[in-house]
Nanobody, 126 residues
Framework: QLRLVESGGGLVQAGGSLRLSCVAS????????MGWFRQAPGKEREFVAS????????GYADSVKGRFTISRDHAKNTVYLQLNSLKPEDTAVYYC???????????????????WGQGTQVTVSS
């Protein structure tokens, strides 16, 4: 079974940076898109970024464009999210996920993903 394990979260001051990692273990398929989502207390889980299976394209939420970067390394079975210029409103639990479908595109809807990690906490102080 596929397992996704996030790491790299922590406490950082506003304007700082973090790099989140999502390592896939077990039986995996490399032809799926991967995504990052986040959820703050009392709020819905929201799309952050997604990258297609061959890393040829990626998409971002408007709130993080220019600040966050998603990437993947198939050899390491790992997806990354680089978070720069962090703001207090970025505080949330960050989740990585695998898409249900495979192909050449990426997805921004939670319903398009069928496997999720346990999340890693990112806290940005002001």
């Amino acid at each position: 079974q596929l397992r996704l394990v996030e790491s790299g979260g922590g406490l950082v001051q506003a304007g700082g940076s973090l790099r989140l990692s999502c390592v896939a273990s077990g039986r995996i398929l490399s032809s799926h898109a991967m995504g990052w989502f986040r959820q703050a207390p009392g709020k819905e889980r929201e799309f952050v970024a997604s990258i297609n299976w061959n890393a040829g394209s990626a998409g971002y939420a408007d709130s993080v464009k220019g600040r966050f970067t998603i990437s993947r390394d198939h050899a390491k079975n790992t997806v990354y999210l680089q978070l720069n210029s962090l703001k207090p409103e970025d505080t949330a639990v960050y989740y990585c996920a695998k898409s249900r479908l495979y192909g050449t595109t990426w997805y921004r809807d939670t319903g398009d993903y069928d496997a999720w990690g346990q999340g890693t906490q990112v806290t940005v102080s002001s």
